[in-house]
């Protein structure tokens, strides 16, 4: 479960910035997770559930918003979104896809208290 490691890793960014914000608790965290991202958010909430206990953000909620996986066919120019991971231009039947979005693991808000 590497979720565990982003988990540990989103932690030392969430305590860099309430260190600079003289911040005393972490109140809301908020992700995107890009559906080909390479996490489950489901697994990222029970790591995060674990890894708070008795940190700054004991008591904050974690926020995830899926990003959906959007491709653009780089033959025909036809943009898609695909929940089945089909790398297949729906079109024109190719398979020179662009990836647009789907791939982030990005921390998009971190609401703190002073």
Known sequence: MHELSVIAGLFEIMEEKARENKAR????????VGKLSGVIPEFLESAFEIYKKDTIAASASLEISEVPLRLRCRK???????DDFVFLCP????????????????????????
């Open 25 to 32: 608790k972490i109140v809301t965290v908020k992700l995107q």
């Open 76 to 82: 025909c120019g036809q943009t898609l979104t695909s």
């Open 91 to 114: 079109r024109c039947r190719s398979r020179d896809l662009e990836t647009l979005s789907g791939t982030e693991l990005v921390l998009e808000r971190l609401e703190m208290e002073a």
